[in-house]
């Protein structure tokens, strides 16, 4: 019979800051690490500092005609 290993929650990095984040539960900020990191990422949305970037295609020409 093989003992029974005690199981580590994953850490990932705090998308924000860099820190350690145990992935778990109870951590209700996950992935960040906490409230204020959330809100940091969340205000940059709102302000438009993240964007993917985009070109327009051109529209095809009207052919009803």
Not at 9 to 38: D, L, M, Q, T, Y
């Amino acid at each position: 019979m093989q003992p029974v290993r005690p199981v580590v929650p994953r850490v990932v990095k705090c998308p924000n800051c860099g820190g350690s984040v145990e992935w778990i539960a109870e951590n209700r900020h996950r992935p960040f690490c906490s409230a204020r990191c959330k809100g940091n990422d969340l205000g940059a949305w709102a302000t438009d500092k993240y964007r993917v970037a985009a070109t327009e295609e051109p529209q095809p020409e009207d052919q009803s005609e």
